[in-house]
């Protein structure tokens, strides 16, 4: 992989607290805001089993996961310390890791969702753990073919880190607001009709937005403001990941679509809710919740939320596919949206790989899987199973987006995902540049050109170009 060229202080520098998110960005998963002060990494060591692990969006299934862990640790003799965080909670979490790992005495495992893969196997963070996927493989199954896991996880023919469990983000229309306006929900493939759509179903003197989806620089802004890029053909780098290729006639006509999109005195301007120009990754959820917008895209902690809550927009909830690119191309698939890691030299790898396998196990697993509303699905076909299906019909659909036989890449598209493109993600520099042709800073030729730049110097400087 072309992370294997990127320099390790720069990943430590451009990757610490302001980059720890990166993957659930990408990936359109939950974040969760920590307000208390950073805390100290758990110590490992030997006889002690010590596992961090992120916040469930549910309560139930994060209460199973301890459960699953607690009994474990018992049946193998083991003291436990486990911790309920996520990464951000330690502020610098890479150097901090990075620091233990070379004091010897890091968490046994982590179960984490917003960290990157490829940036840990730079920093030399992680144990090798091909034995454990593919000890799962053999009695779990494929790991689901739709959600890249290969590309992210297995670097050099190996794995460096277990796919936990597969997720999906979902686009949502609310179909009672489609037909009232007789619009076929099947009829809208790109983001151009679901733009029209958006408008034709605005009342904004009653309250109601159609697009609630912001550009602003945060996990769903990165994942809208890259979707419509890579729509339009625009791209960071060519296959190989190393030569920036920004800066194209592709990524102009993806950045005047934002301008249109988002020109308040403009022909969309209708559809706009108030400030979704500098919305966070909490607001469309609320918006949505609240029922004042009428097309999004989230990860299926909103759709669950609303059945949780029984919320009134939940029988309207309508999913659909992801906008296809402009050329027709379809841009379905899945991500890991949790992994397992075990960090390098720390005192129970033994131990840490039984534990990785035993969450994986069905008596285990499906109990996890059944409560948590969309968010906790099964990385290994023989997972799927009919008892787990049977517990929400919607389940069907993520299956499907999972188990893509060709996988739309993702951001780093047409690149595999590498520490490079998670260190531009880091730095905002898209979002950032969308900002400016929204402010009517910069034309998008001008603020396409200055994120070219800058994309480029952050090549130079890990040591790409």
Known sequence: MTSDKFNRRDVLRKGGAA??????????????AQDKPEEELPQGAAGKLTVIHRTEYFE????????????????NNA?????????E???DFLGKMSAAVKAGNPPDLAYTSTVSIPQMHLLGLLEDVNDVVEDAIKRYGNVMRGINAESIGKIDGRWVAVPFIANTTGAFFRGDKLAEKGIDVSTLNTWEERREAALAISDPDNGFY???????QSGDGWGVASAILNAFGGHFTDESGTKVEFDSPETIAAYEFVRETYDRNGKYAAML?????SWGDISNNEAWLAGSVGYTHNAFSLYAASKRDNNPVFPHTVLVPQPRANNGDHRNGGAVGGWLTIFKGAPN??????????LLDPANFTPMSAVAGGLFMPAYENLWTE???SADSNYAIIKEQVDIEDPFIGPSWPAKPAAQIDAIRAQGVLEQSMGNVIAGRMTPEEAVKDAHNKIVQIFEEGGIM
């Open 273 to 277: 809710p108030p400030g979704v120009e």
């Open 210 to 216: 159609g697009w609630g989806l912001t550009v602003n």
């Open 60 to 75: 139930a299934a994060q209460n199973l996961f301890r459960d699953t862990v607690t009994k474990f640790a018992a049946a």
């Open 19 to 32: 980059g720890v998110g990166l993957w659930a960005a990408a990936h359109g998963l939950p974040a969760f």
């Open 79 to 87: 003291q436990l310390d486990i911790s309920t965080t996520n990464p």
């Open 349 to 358: 790898v033994d131990l840490a790989k039984k534990l990785a396998l035993d």
């Open 387 to 389: 008892e787990l299906l």
């Open 89 to 91: 909670s330690f502020g």
